[in-house]
């Protein structure tokens, strides 16, 4: 289901987050079950239903990256999950990170701790920084290369972010 058709607002990397919130509170008024308990089993059903993707379609948009995730499903860009590939490149540059993380899983150093943190902090901006053109573009603005550089933003942010926990869950 496309959430941004279930909120009425334009397909968009950027929502506007005031319109967003209207959108779902009146459509958690309109569906809340509550409402519906003098009604027939299908229409409670129905408002059950559609009381549950509004509060999915809300948690999803009102968040960049599960925003993005959702893009990218509905337009076929992600394959299916463990099917993605990372850029070459990128595994490349994260392979001294890496080192390090392993270093610190046998000897745990704090000033080690900050630097490694630091430096994924630094590649997350920079990461995002180069979709910065294209967050603001609407629906069939974007391009192939659009998609793919979202794509590849995605996944790497997903690693970094995957990287952040296992670090965090090494200090003491």
Known sequence: MNYFDFFEIPFSLSVDERLLKEKFYANSKKFHPDFFTLDNQANQDEALEKSTINNKAFNTLKDFESRLHHILTIKNVLEAEGKNKLPQEFLLEMMDINEAVMELQFDFDMMQFDTINLQIDQL????????????????????????????????????????????????P
């Open 124 to 171: 997350k901006a920079s990461l995002k920084e180069s979709i910065h053109e294209i967050i603001p573009k609407i629906g069939q603005e974007l391009t192939a290369e659009d998609y793919t550089a979202l794509k590849n933003y995605y996944l790497k942010s997903k690693y970094l972010s995957r990287l952040t926990e296992n670090i965090n869950k090494l200090k």
